[in-house]
């Protein structure tokens, strides 16, 4: 069954394009037709890649990994932490940290300090500072939290990066791609899908167009780890299954083995 369908993505405005000065000839393969300037994008086969993508995401997801969503771009930033947030996946709503993934023990070093604070706070340790150090380390903590408190919870790298708008994200996009990390992404008539893995060909400025993908996208990632979940529940049964037939089997074996010499005895005496 299909994740979403042409006539949602063309209510949400999905098929609507840049300008034809404005676009990149890469796109071609995904575009539709040219009018009034402004070129439309081809929404079947817009649909086609978002059930592609999203299946990847999926088997993502069910195997425990991480992905990291990332729309820094005003129409934007709250649908990604929203939708993301949702399914408990990391996301960057903010400025894009340089480096970020390229040098991420670093980033993680930054993300300790923060609970470090945290830390402070709760033992009470706080109190003892002056005014001025609770305020400097105050708005430290609130700069770290605005910047980084959305992937607090990504302890490695994450397994894909799932973009909205590859050329206002290039950093990310190139920071995933010298890691090896496969990029999703929602690329426009002016961007190249040359630098990304999945491409989901559609309107990346319209926030309907973005909230619609992403609820297609999402969806796939929440089935992924009801997935995970209902297999880890099946695993822990069988185990404890199995735990409760190990005592059983023991009991079974030690009988046998004392059954064994009078068995001998039996043997010997009736020869």
């Not at 059930?51 to 425990?64: M, P």
Request: include cysteine; hydrophobic fraction near 40%.
């Amino acid at each position: 069954m299909s994740r979403t369908n042409f006539e949602t993505l063309l209510e949400a405005g999905c098929h609507f394009g840049h300008l034809k000065r404005k676009w990149n000839p890469a796109m071609a393969p995904y575009i539709f037709m040219e009018r009034n300037g402004i070129h439309i994008i081809d929404l079947h086969k817009t649909v086609a890649k978002i059930d592609e993508a999203a299946e990847a995401l999926k088997n993502i997801a069910k195997s425990g990994k991480k992905i990291l969503f990332v729309a820094t771009k005003k129409q934007a930033k709250d649908v990604i932490a929203e939708k993301a947030a949702s399914v408990n996946m990391p996301y960057v709503a903010e400025r894009w940290p340089g480096g970020m993934l390229t040098n991420f023990p670093t980033i993680r070093k930054a993300v300790k300090k923060m609970a470090n604070i945290d830390k402070l706070t709760a033992d009470g340790t706080f109190s003892n500072l002056s005014k001025r150090e609770i305020l400097q380390i105050s708005r430290q903590r609130a700069k770290l939290e605005k910047n980084l408190g959305s992937i607090s919870d990504l302890t490695r790298l994450p397994a894909a990066l799932f973009v909205i708008d590859v050329m206002k994200e290039h950093i990310a996009v190139k920071e995933a791609l010298r890691l090896g990390i496969p990029v999703f992404g929602i690329v426009d008539t002016n961007s190249d899908p040359n630098s990304v893995d999945y491409v989901i060909p559609a309107n990346d400025d319209a926030k309907d167009s973005i909230s619609v993908i992403l609820d297609a996208v999402c969806g796939a990632v929440a089935e992924g780890l009801e997935e995970r979940k209902a297999e880890k529940a099946d695993q822990d049964a069988a185990e404890k299954q199995e735990g409760e037939k190990a005592p059983r089997k023991r009991a079974a074996r030690a009988r046998k083995e004392e059954e064994a010499p009078a068995a001998a005895e039996t043997e010997a005496s009736a020869e």
